[in-house]
DNA sequence: TGCTACATGTAAAATGTTACATGATTCG
DNA sequence: CGAATCATGTAACATTTTACATGTAGCA
């Protein structure tokens, strides 16, 4: 029941069509919430039958006329009741863990060429994080109320893909140089290892 | 169909039954992956129809009697040719980013209680997570490569829960302070409050 | 000319959740 | 005595994904 608030949450923020909509999905805010297209479009409906949303046409040069979806009145309202009940905490899955767990049963090598794949992903997600924070940094934050919402979420995709960035990074010096020491005493292996020089794979 | 994979990853470290594989969903790696009792007693049939999998019955004193379920040979195949695979990044949906992503439609007071309740949730779970962290120091994490791979994922869930408490520290602070500043030039407000002084970490 | 982006949908299949159902034991 | 834990399931419902379906415009 909360893609429903997904989509409005959106809304809320300007009227969008179900293209406009997937594509944040998709992007800007993918990384806290994802829905595909027919998903979209037939939440819309239904929403718009509910009273919750309407549309109207728009037509364009060049381009196939889209629906505009903003909030009804009711919509906003029904947003802001829901808005003040306590979050639950995400279930999640991630199958990159699923894999970790199990990675005993293959060889280190393989392990390590996981993680570094899965680094390379998050951290062309961060960089784009960070360029869309400094492009929002470029504005008040909260001069416009509206505007913070959307950019403390940022901040929060922008830590999440950094921490598994930096975890991938971890968990692979540990396979490599079989660490079974406790870190802390010294973050960083005895070897003069540093600034990861990935020559050697 | 992952649901299939996250079991068997569990069976690969041990046998299992239904209800153990629930509280284990539940608990210790319920920080990368979630199911439900009718989901798991349903693939669990599914998978040993499949041959992946094949069950005991283990009758115990007081209790009723448990299925206790093994990979089969077939299964551990299957489990490592899935692992070979690139992992999938996940596309997660969190309630708490929605909310905060329109925390402009409520007042500030509502966005900071909403923070902190959230930040109490992930300080348990962190500590929760230490606390077996501690435990699987205890022995050692690489001799035995079986184990290497959930101490990998706990690490994991750990950076994750840390990460995200932080995340509910620094949002409330620039919402309490309606901060407009670029943060990190000064990291603190100038007035002298000090709620939580993360000053000893 | 073929690929990508724009734009919207339907249908079927797979997954996941919630409610219903049962029954023994242990703890307070 | 009531609630929680152990233990397994079914049925109904809701959600999500994947495949099918269509058509225009711009770019290489």
Redesign the pocket.
Known sequence: ???KYAIMSLLAHGPL????LM?LFDGSVGYFW??????I??E??RLESEGQVAHRAVE?R???T??VYSLSEEGHHDLVAWLRLPARVR?F?DEMMVKTFCSGLVSDEDTCELLEQHRELHRARLQEYQELERFLRSGPITTNRLRRGPYLTLLRGIRYERDYMEWCEEAADIVRHRLDRPRGRSARPPSGRQARPRSTR
């Open positions: 029941m909360s893609l069509s179900g293209y406009e594509k994802h829905a595909t297209h027919p998903q479009y037939k819309l409906a364009q060049g381009r196939p889209k629906k279930q899955k």
